[in-house]
């Protein structure tokens, strides 16, 4: 079965300095990984995916991240952080294969930008 | 812009009543779900609809039903609501094509069973 573990329920960055949110997958297959951003009362938005080549992924508002097949993870990136980029992010993953399968998310992280 | 669209931000409803969450999808996307999202469980599938009249259990489908008579549209319906069914309800589409195709979200919406 897949899974998703997304290891801070927080992570607290200063204005202006990196961001980085974890998440590690767990597939029998070839992975397909998403991110997904929640502002406060809203549904979720899609920020980028990884399905094939280039490990580094770039997506919406200055972020990527990197997929890295040996240690079986899709960390969110960011080179200077926006007070704005508070919220809830979530990571997804869906196995490759025959038939439908349904994407397995993450428990979510909150990311707090401090001024 | 693509839009999933559900028929209430906020629902107070009593416990043994019977409740419908509406979604409505105008991308013309075959696949539908429902999830629920509850803190510190982030979100668990109770539904979804790969085609019109089709429907597939997800993780958590007990005390739950859904109906899709059309393909814009997935109705999430609650037998019976208990005060264990209140949480946030997430709407999402997605269109067939492919694996890596990602969903799209509605707004939500918070469901309290009094």
């Known amino acids: 079965a897949q899974s998703v573990a997304q290891p801070e329920d927080q992570v607290n960055v200063a204005e202006g300095n990196p961001l980085t949110v974890k998440c590690t997958y767990s597939?029998?297959?070839?992975?397909?990984l998403f991110w997904y951003v929640q502002y406060p009362n809203r549904g979720l938005q899609f920020l980028l995916k990884y399905i094939t080549g280039d490990n580094l992924v770039k997506g919406s508002y200055g972020f990527e991240a990197e997929f890295n097949k040996s240690q079986t993870s899709f960390h969110l990136k960011k080179p200077s952080a926006l007070v704005s980029d508070s919220a809830l992010y979530f990571c997804a993953v869906r196995e490759g294969s025959g038939g439908y399968q349904k994407v397995t998310f993450g428990t979510g992280t909150k990311l707090q930008v401090i001024p | 812009d693509v839009k999933v669209t559900q028929s209430s931000r906020y629902l107070v409803k009593r416990t043994g009543e019977k409740v419908f969450l509406e979604c409505v999808q105008d991308?013309?996307?075959?696949?539908m779900f429902w999830y629920r999202q509850d803190p510190g469980l982030g979100l668990r599938l109770i539904y979804f609809?790969?085609?019109?009249?089709?429907?597939e259990k997800g993780d958590i489908p007990e005390g739950y039903s859904v109906s899709r008579e059309k393909k814009e549209r997935f109705s999430l319906i609650l037998e019976s609501a208990s005060t264990n069914q209140t949480s946030m309800y997430l709407c999402?589409?997605?269109?067939?094509?492919?694996?890596?195709?990602?969903?799209?979200f509605g707004q939500g919406t918070r469901l309290t069973v009094v």
């Open positions: 991308m013309d996307h075959e696949n």
């Open positions: 999402a589409s997605s269109a067939r094509a492919g694996w890596g195709t990602e969903a799209f």
């Open positions: 597939v029998s297959g070839n992975p397909y």
């Open positions: 609809s790969y085609d019109v009249k089709m429907k």
